[in-house]
């Protein structure tokens, strides 16, 4: 499990990016949300946990939750 920051959320697209710890950037999205967290109500700031999973365009952030629900 990694920990990070949403960085910049797209809403109007349906996804986002998370700066993790190490200071990478990873894509995620909306449908890799957990609850209690809400796509819609994201604003950028949140301090989040999620796992990285690899994708044919990289690796990415799955199961995108609240740092506190970690």
Do not use: C, W
């Not at 920990?3 to 990016?17: E, M, N, P, Q, S």
């Not at 690899?54 to 952030?61: I, L, V």
């Amino acid at each position: 499990m990694a920990t990070g920051t949403i960085k910049k959320v797209v809403a109007d697209r349906g996804f986002g990016f998370i700066t993790a710890e190490d200071g990478k950037d990873y894509f995620f999205h909306r449908d890799s949300i957990q609850s209690p967290l809400s796509f819609d109500r994201l604003n950028g700031g949140e301090a989040v946990a999620f796992d990285v999973q690899s994708s044919p365009k990289g690796p990415r952030a799955a199961n995108v939750r609240s740092a506190d629900e970690a």
